[in-house]
């Protein structure tokens, strides 16, 4: 592929990531922001956003953000393994950010999710990677 189709290519897909990564980060936000209004812990919020976030998140990447993206159960596990693993780094970070910090949830919740991107593209990259062309080749 010559480089500036390439990077054409790249600016689409970086550009549908943040997309849905805006639209499940105001979500999950929306969510641990309420959830502290409520009187949850932020760790109960945080295990309530992750059940209606990667279902959504997983429905849109796959279906818009990486076109001919590997849709199914393994895929959805894989996503869903990639997302997990922002739990804990998520529920560390609020603790730093709201416990030893001082910052309210609805400062802590928004800066916890911006220092998550990089690792949700590429972790939602490897997750939702596109299906492998069929060969056309006689054996």
Known sequence: MEPGRRAVRLAMLATRFYSVGLLC?????????GGDWLGLHYVASSFLSFAIVVPVGYWLHSSWTFPGAQR??????????????NLPLSIAGMYLLVDLVG?????????????????NLVGGRWALR????????QT
């Open 130 to 137: 596109a299906r492998r062309a069929q060969s056309t080749r």
């Open 25 to 33: 980060a105001l979500l999950h936000n929306a969510i641990m922001i």
């Open 103 to 119: 910052l309210g949830v609805p400062l802590a919740a928004p800066a916890v999710t911006v220092m998550l991107a990089a690792f």
């Open 72 to 85: 199914g159960a393994m895929p959805f596990a894989r996503y869903s393994i990639t997302m997990a693993l």
